[in-house]
Nanobody, 125 residues
């Protein structure tokens, strides 16, 4: 069992930055690939970024909409995954969810085994 708790959301102006954190608990949490998804009002949840576990090289994957602006990273000592978000746009406004996956399908939300409760990110224009 893995528990995930997100933090770091808030209100920021367009062009600003935020860093989201996802604290994972559970002795085997380092085995999991980790991902960030987001859901805007009235829209389906969508993939944002993911990172494989360290045994798989910590490879990163990004949605086209955030490439070059967002960076995902993980600290296996702290059991924490981060999403650094720069050059934020109003269309980035959403609830951001952290999730853990034991397999290697990093893009599909149905592949993920555990989810956090989400953190709100609001970008004002």
């Amino acid at each position: 069992q893995v528990q995930l708790v997100e933090s770091g959301g808030g209100l920021v102006q367009a062009g600003g930055s935020l860093r989201l954190s996802c604290a994972a608990s559970g002795r085997t949490s380092s085995r999991y690939g980790m991902g960030w998804f987001r859901q805007a009002p009235g829209k389906e949840r969508e993939f944002v970024a993911s990172i494989s576990n360290s045994w798989s090289g910590g490879k990163t994957y990004y949605a086209d909409s955030v490439k070059g602006r967002f960076t995902i990273s993980r600290d296996n000592v702290k059991n924490t995954v981060y999403l650094q978000m720069n050059s934020l746009k109003p269309e980035d406004t959403a609830v951001y969810y952290c999730a853990a996956v034991i397999g290697n399908n990093y893009y599909s939300e149905i592949a993920y085994d555990y989810w956090g409760q989400g953190t709100q990110v609001t970008v004002s224009s």
